[in-house]
């Protein structure tokens, strides 16, 4: 009998026993048994509004059976081939289409679209996170600067934020751009060459743009958007892509505030990398904390670090406003309010979501090199959550790596200085609101006939 038969869990979170060549699923627990208090659901069901958790513009199709939402843990967990295992095999197929992708991009470079894009980037305006100096992003494109310079560009996104998604294109793009004529210009690459992932474009300076929206295991569906050119695979049409991510039941936000995204990473052949968990594990250490996660799932995890009092500042202030305004609208007593414990599990799986976010990108980038933009909500790209986290992670490894963030910022006032390493203005002229905007009336009067977003598309 294996060391995690005879593990002392209880036997509702053991692994059932193992089959030659059968993927044994975890057992959840059950999801009948009553929350542990009203105050914990509460307390649960407000941070996963707030931490991003899917606001479903419509109902389930169908809900997933127990088993197979255990199955999909499990199999989330399970050891997977390395990032650069899978690197030959993409080069063969983007081989197959580089003729093909080479006349496309020459034809996307006279794009209305493109080049509203373009004119834009130079009118964005950012602040330096320290010393709110106001910055243009053309300066930040050149080489020896931070934000060029970083192995990891944090983004964050308000989820439902159009202009917010508009901006990170913007950003993507300039700096997917930059490093093309850096690398044009020191390694003599055909100036035709689509500026992502092609056999005239395969040094280290690849730009690769990770997710919160999907999970590790979805990963050969995202390489299928950008790489499989078949008839009948993910990249075929937008709706096959959104099938076979499990877009609805995944994520579910408004697939239109993301499909520029996916276009633009499938057309610049920019892989998509997935970064998070699954949800059911991150439920299950809100719930419980740590200590309630069954040792094989505590043995995938990356170490939690939980002594940034900052960091768990900025967590509890982010509960208290909106909780506090609850019960004042309630008129609810507050003087027996004490939810430590409660707040403890969640503060766990906050963390959990940051430590393993950073884990996923440092394992891509010491895999693969080149550069990665980490895209995800406005909480986790704050210099204490995923970028501290990830350069702490390499440096336990032995290694020195850099990361830089980028927060869209609203409002008169601004944060402590040095809570992120550049705002993005999002009022006022050139803020990004005013940009996106721009760009959705282009993209209105257009009406699918840019070859940017065909008809259809979105």
Not at 206 to 214: I, S, T
Not at 355 to 360: G, P, Q, V
Request: proline share 8%; net charge positive.
């Amino acid at each position: 009998m294996s060391a995690m038969e005879t593990s002392p869990v209880p036997h509702a979170l053991r692994l059932p026993r193992a089959r030659p060549g059968v993927v044994s699923p975890s057992v959840l627990p059950n999801p009948r048994t009553p929350a542990r208090s009203d105050l914990a659901a509460a307390c649960a069901a407000l941070w996963l509004l707030r931490r991003g958790v899917p606001r479903r513009s419509k109902p389930r199709a169908s809900r997933l059976s127990v088993a197979a939402r255990r199955r999909e843990l499990a199999l989330s967990f399970l050891p997977g081939p390395a990032f650069a295992e899978t690197e030959a095999d993409l080069e063969a197929s983007v081989a197959a289409g580089a003729d093909r992708e080479a006349g496309k991009v020459r034809r996307l470079l006279e794009d209305p679209e493109v080049k509203l894009i373009r004119q834009l980037q130079q009118r964005a305006q950012l602040l330096d996170g320290r010393t709110f100096r106001p910055l243009q992003l053309p300066s930040l494109l050149q080489k020896g600067s931070p934000l060029y310079d970083a192995d990891v560009v944090c983004v964050g996104e308000i989820h439902d934020s159009e202009a917010d998604h508009a901006m990170q294109r913007l950003l993507i793009d300039a700096l997917t751009y930059a490093l093309f004529l850096e690398l044009r210009s020191s390694e003599g690459v055909d100036p035709s060459a689509p500026r992502g992932r092609t056999p005239q474009n395969l040094s280290a300076q690849k730009l690769a743009v990770g997710v919160e929206y999907f999970s590790r295991q979805q990963q050969p569906t995202l390489d299928g958007l950008v790489f499989d050119k078949s008839p009948d695979g993910p990249g075929s049409s937008p709706s096959k892509f959104r099938q076979a991510c499990d877009w609805d039941r995944v994520w579910a936000y408004d697939w239109n505030l993301y499909a520029p995204l996916f276009r633009f990473c499938q057309l610049n052949l920019n892989r998509i990398v997935g970064l998070n968990l699954p949800l059911e594990a991150v439920l299950t250490v809100s719930r419980g904390g740590l200590d309630s996660a069954p040792e094989w799932l505590r043995s995938q995890l990356p170490p939690l670090d939980l002594e940034q009092l900052k960091h768990r500042r900025r967590f509890e202030d982010m509960l208290r406003m909106p909780l506090e305004k609850a019960v004042q609208r309630m008129s609810l007593p507050t003087s027996s309010w004490s939810p430590k414990e409660e707040l403890n599990n969640m503060y766990q799986a906050q963390v959990l979501w940051d430590e393993f976010m950073a884990n996923t990108a440092l394992r891509y980038v010491s895999d693969v090199g080149g550069r990665l933009v980490v895209l995800a909500g406005a909480n986790h790209v704050w210099r204490d959550a995923i970028p501290d986290r990830f350069e702490a992670q390499a440096r336990r490894g032995g290694t020195a790596r850099r990361a830089t963030t980028i927060v869209p910022w609203r409002g008169s006032g601004l944060p402590p200085a040095g809570a992120a390493d550049y705002l993005w203005q999002m009022d006022g002229p050139g803020g990004g609101d005013e940009l996106a905007a721009e760009l959705r009336a282009q993209r209105e009067r257009l009406k699918g006939k840019s070859r940017v977003f065909p008809a259809g598309y979105i």
